[in-house]
């Protein structure tokens, strides 16, 4: 494996997105309020890139790179679904709860509650740096659009670790670093592991990727993020998502 501009890209952004996230911990342990306030901002932007990127910019290129991309795609939509369904399939419930004012107290239940949602984020990001290093591998743009999109949705990841840990019942330090470990560190470990291997790939196969993690892609923005700004309702959140249509918009065609 040579070491180029491609790994130091990879690495970058997937070091950023660690500390996106911690900062998403830290602040909802020094300024709750405002971090609940504010993280479905976030959540919403980053739907609307990610959904955005994905169909205009990741998705036509995985095409370009293997005719059966479609099915990839199908498949990396359908296959994180069942990760969701399977490891988290309470998490939406617990998003919902990012946006109220109390933190419940923790009882067993809560306690397993919060270790399960913990092991199921924990996954999520190791999949969010794998995507990182697929898309970098395709080009630097590319993977840069995708970080776009993925690194805005950390914050508020950070902060719903933390918040689930804390209502199973753990104390605030232990809470953010388990918080730190399974939602931050996670995806720069998934970046690093799966770069030597993707470095490897053919053209035909890089592109088989690149639609499977525009599928997870579309299915972490649409099916994942998107209703959490639904829940809500909130003009200012329809607003960002639509803004992070535009930003994405604005980029992929720029990008060609």
Do not use: K
């Not at 753990?170 to 470990?189: E, H």
């Not at 535009?246 to 720029?254: D, G, N, Q």
Request: glycine share 12%.
């Amino acid at each position: 494996m040579v070491i180029d501009t491609t790994f130091w890209a990879v690495v970058v952004a997937s070091l950023f997105s660690l500390a996106v996230n911690t900062t998403g911990i830290v602040a909802i342990t020094r300024r709750a309020d405002w971090a609940r306030a504010n993280a479905l901002i976030f959540v919403a932007f980053a739907a609307g890139t990610l959904v955005t990127l994905s169909f205009m910019s990741i998705i036509p290129e995985a095409g370009e790179m293997n005719g059966a991309a479609p099915a990839y795609l199908v498949g990396g939509f359908f296959g994180l679904l069942i990760v969701d369904r399977l490891v988290t399939g309470h998490l939406e419930h617990d998003e919902a709860r990012l946006v109220d004012d109390h933190v419940d107290p923790g009882g067993g239940t809560a306690h397993t509650t919060g270790i399960v949602s913990m092991l199921g984020i924990g996954l999520h990001s190791l999949i969010d740096g794998v995507i990182f290093a697929v898309t970098f591998q395709v080009s630097v743009l590319t993977g840069a659009l995708a970080a776009l999109g993925m690194i805005l949705h950390e914050f508020p990841e950070g902060i719903l670790t933390f918040v689930l840990l804390e209502q199973g019942g753990m104390g605030r330090r232990r809470a953010a670093w388990y918080a730190f470990v399974a939602a931050a560190l996670t995806t720069p470990l998934g970046a690093l592991a799966a770069y030597p291997f993707v470095d490897r790939l053919s053209e035909e196969a890089l592109g088989a990727l690149l639609a499977i993690a525009g599928g997870a892609l579309v299915y972490v923005g649409a099916a994942h993020l998107l209703p959490q700004v639904a829940h809500e309702g909130r003009v200012r959140n329809l607003l960002a998502v639509g803004a992070g249509v535009v930003v994405a918009a604005v980029l992929a065609l720029t990008g060609e």
